[in-house]
């Protein structure tokens, strides 16, 4: 009987540990930014170089992430056909601009295949997928939305759904919608940690995308190699 008794109380110990441990565990989501057709193709509106070399690396990190228990979600651009961001809108006759650059040329129209996801990853491994933005006069590169005019997308919602402490954030550019992602993620007090093999900048200015990861750092995200 007393070896019973013994064997309750190391099992009991067991348990103690293992609910602790996943009490302390924190609840990780891995974001990927914007994985979408129009980025990835040389003769495409937006093409950011190198970037299917990137692509290993964030299918194993799907795979890590997950045997966590953490969620993976990501973010499209999903404009209508005369959205403010683009360059050709700007010609409309009825259009007026209000305080936006309008510099891109159109990309990621909703529901064509420019704004669809890529092949190649593993895609059935997503759990939620948040679009920005569907409006005519709403832009933003960060996947939360534009939180100052109080204008977001669903991931914040989402995130915290699943009380979520820890965000991985990979995927393209680095220095825009990944930079903004971060900010963004920082000012709603969330760890960040940005995985630099897995992001890309697109460099309009040669530096571009080192001085982006260099301020993510100072904003206090974590910066893996
Ligand atoms: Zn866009």
Redesign the pocket.
């Known amino acids: 009987m007393e070896k019973y008794l013994f064997f309750l109380k190391i099992n009991k110990c067991k348990l103690y540990i293992l609910f602790f441990h996943f009490k302390i565990m924190k609840k990780e989501a891995l974001i990927i930014v914007d994985y979408q057709n129009d980025f990835a193709h040389p003769e495409w509106s937006l093409y950011v170089q190198w970037w299917e070399t990137i692509l290993p690396f964030i299918n194993n990190l799907i795979q890590e992430v997950k045997s966590r228990s953490g969620i993976i979600i990501t973010s499209q651009?999903w404009?209508p056909e005369n959205?403010i961001?683009f360059a050709s809108t700007f010609w409309l006759d009825d259009f007026t601009p209000k305080d936006w650059e309008i510099k891109?040329p159109k990309?990621?129209v909703e529901n064509t295949w420019w704004a669809e996801f890529l092949d190649g990853f593993h895609s059935h491994w997503i759990d939620r997928k948040v679009l920005k933005w569907n409006k005519q006069d709403i832009?933003s590169y960060s996947s939360f939305g534009w939180i100052e005019k109080a204008t977001w997308s669903t991931l914040d919602t989402i995130l915290k759904s699943y009380n979520t402490q820890v965000l991985h954030i990979v995927w393209l550019a680095t220095e825009y919608c990944d930079y903004t992602t971060v900010e963004d993620a920082i000012k709603l007090w969330y760890e960040v940690i940005v995985h630099t093999r897995g992001i890309k900048a697109v460099n309009v200015n040669p530096h571009d995308g080192i001085i982006a990861i260099s301020k993510m750092n100072q904003m206090g995200a974590k910066i893996l190699p």
């Open positions: 651009d404009h959205h961001s891109w990309h990621c832009d």
